[in-house]
């Protein structure tokens, strides 16, 4: 059987190589497309997974601290859980160009690096620690690329261009619990 991390990162893949068929404007388009994925293969392979959107599996001060996305597996608990950011291309002329950055570095992903590590130990009694957690940073002009990037992620270009010499970087974080 597929594991979640298998089903995630196959999604994933699929996003690289249908990439230009979409037109994204805003991080939620990526997480939907994604979820619609993973649903689509789950319910084709007759897998024992679930996928939910903006899952609480932290505790907070405040309120729960959530994944974009966590697939469930047949006991309701996460199996991997995913945050995503989206940085479009400064050039694309369908986005005002006082939007951007879109996405900052340090209180954006950096920080969502720092709460996948939270996301695989947990730091409260009743938090829903999760076996996998993924941070991605799509970086649709490649505006971050010249960053350097955190211990345990890598920078990927998907050699995809959607504006003539912009082309797709992803920052992928991956980390996987010691414990499950």
Not at 100 to 124: A, M, Q, S, Y
């Amino acid at each position: 059987m597929k594991t979640a991390t298998q089903l995630f990162e196959e999604a994933i893949l699929w996003l690289r190589a249908n990439y230009k068929t979409y037109r994204f404007f805003v991080e939620r388009d990526i997480v939907w497309t994604i979820q619609t994925r993973v649903i689509s293969v789950i319910e084709k392979e007759k897998l024992p997974y679930k996928v939910m959107n903006d899952y609480p599996i932290l505790h907070g001060k405040r309120r729960s601290l959530c994944a974009d996305i966590a697939i469930l597996g047949l006991n309701e608990l996460p199996e991997l859980v995913a945050e995503f950011k989206y940085e479009p291309a400064h050039k694309r002329e369908d986005i005002l160009r006082s939007k951007f950055p879109v996405v900052f570095w340090d209180e954006g992903v950096l920080k969502d690096i720092e709460r996948i590590h939270k996301f695989t130990c947990g730091d409260f009694a009743g938090d829903r620690t999760t076996k996998a957690a993924y941070a991605l940073l799509i970086d649709e002009g490649s505006y971050f690329k010249r960053k350097e990037p955190p211990p345990g992620s890598r920078w990927e270009d998907w050699d995809i261009s959607v504006i003539p010499l912009h082309h797709v970087s992803i920052l992928w974080s991956k980390v996987e619990s010691a414990t499950h």
